[in-house]
Structure formats: structure tokens, C-alpha cells
């Protein structure tokens, strides 16, 4: 059981170049969530879903999208990155509203 | 007024002190809440979920003050591994809707000294 996954750990980006990130979880969870964090700022919510086939803006959704075509997986996209998008992403999943379980995060560098 | 406010710290204290760190929340439609713990440079984990009348998880004691929009975490007996950055969340539904919204204080960072 390897709870939350996220793929890759570590990323060093251009400015202008996408990627996207990968979220697997195994719990079998309706919800899933995309997270930020930066010095000084906590952690802030970019998209989340309440179920396969359904996203929903969070609280920075600008610059990114997101996709939930299987229940256990929550991709994150960025078309076009920004030095700004440098942060360390945070997916968390969770049965029906919180707690929620979060995964090892990514580190994301955008030059 | 920030909606989620801590004290940053750092909390330096020895083994074997007893710690506490407070948490203001402003929005009063808030539902649950919860005290995550997380290491440097890990993600945030789980340490326990506040209820009205107080609750207890071995040396953790979380309480909540609705009147006040307060919630508190003592530490009694604090160790070396207690270690970490300590994040005040408040769940609320978002306008309109039945999902909830997580939002997370920036954290209060304790150092446990031998």
C-alpha cells in the first residue's frame, strides 16, 4: 500500500517549457488535491476533484491545469512555465473532505 | 486578519519541556479542524484532528474555543523527534457548496534542544 505517489520529485524548468505532474493514490479516495508551498506563504490550494471526471478551482488555479480521467490518478500541467510556478507541489487525496493524505511532494525549479 | 494566523517561532525548547502554540482563525462558518505536523523538507502529515471538547493522544493535547476562534496544541514531555513545524488547519465549506476547503496556517517551527 503505497498511499499517495507523486512523480517526478525533482524538476528543473525552463521558462516557457510544460510538464506535467503525476499523482497516483491507492486508498481508493473520491477526492484529490494539488497543493503549493512557498517560504513564507503555507500552503495553498490550486485545483482539486471530488471524483473521476471532475476538477474544480482552488485558491491559485492560474498557470496550471489538472485532469482526473481515472479515479486514482490527478495530473497537474503547466503549459507554459513561469519562475513564479518555483515551489514544492504538495497532491494529497482524501475519502470525502479531510484529513487528507499527502504525498512526498515535488520540487520544482523554473529558470 | 489573515484567516489562519500562527505564531512562526521558532519555539526553542529542552527535552522535557512542556510547549504550547496557539491558532487564531477568523472566518467563524469553520467546521473542523486540525493540527498536521511536518519535518523539513517532507510533506505535511496528520497529527491529529481537533474536537470541541478537547482531546488528548498520549503527550498531545489539542483544544478548540469556538467563542474565541482559538485552537491549541500542548506538548507535554517533548522530545528530540518532536522536532518539526507545526500547521494549524481550518476546514470550511466554500460559498455555496458542500465541499470544504482546507486552509493552512504557515506553521510554527519547534526546536526540541538536548
Known amino acids: 500500500n503505497a498511499g499517495v505517489t507523486q512523480t517526478p520529485k525533482f524538476r528543473v524548468l525552463k521558462t516557457g517549457q510544460s510538464m506535467t505532474l503525476l499523482c497516483a493514490q491507492d486508498m481508493n479516495h473520491e477526492y484529490m488535491y494539488w497543493y503549493r508551498q512557498d517560504p513564507g506563504m503555507g500552503l495553498r490550494l490550486i485545483h482539486y476533484s471530488v471524483g473521476e471526471g471532475t476538477t474544480a478551482k482552488g485558491e491559485v488555479p492560474d498557470g496550471y491545469n489538472v485532469s482526473r480521467l481515472k479515479k486514482q490518478n490527478f495530473l497537474l500541467g503547466l503549459e507554459s512555465a513561469a519562475p513564479s510556478q518555483t515551489s514544492v507541489y504538495f497532491c494529497?487525496?482524501?475519502?470525502?473532505?479531510?484529513?487528507?493524505?499527502f504525498g512526498n511532494g515535488t520540487r520544482l525549479t523554473v529558470t | 486578519r489573515k484567516e489562519v494566523e500562527q505564531d512562526p517561532g521558532p519555539f526553542n525548547v529542552p527535552e522535557g519541556a512542556t510547549v504550547a502554540f496557539n491558532c487564531t482563525y477568523s472566518n467563524s462558518a469553520s467546521q473542523s479542524f486540525f493540527w498536521y505536523r511536518q519535518d523539513c523538507r517532507k510533506e505535511p502529515k496528520l497529527l491529529m484532528s481537533v474536537y470541541s471538547s478537547g482531546n488528548e493522544d498520549g503527550r498531545f493535547t489539542a483544544q478548540l474555543n469556538r467563542a474565541s476562534q482559538y485552537i491549541s496544541l500542548l506538548i507535554r514531555d517533548s522530545k528530540l523527534s518532536d522536532s518539526a513545524t507545526y500547521l494549524c488547519v481550518v476546514n470550511r465549506l466554500l460559498y455555496g457548496g458542500s465541499q470544504g476547503n482546507l486552509i493552512f496556517g504557515k506553521g510554527t517551527k519547534l526546536s526540541v534542544k538536548p
Open positions: 494529497a487525496s482524501s475519502k470525502q473532505g479531510p484529513p487528507l493524505h
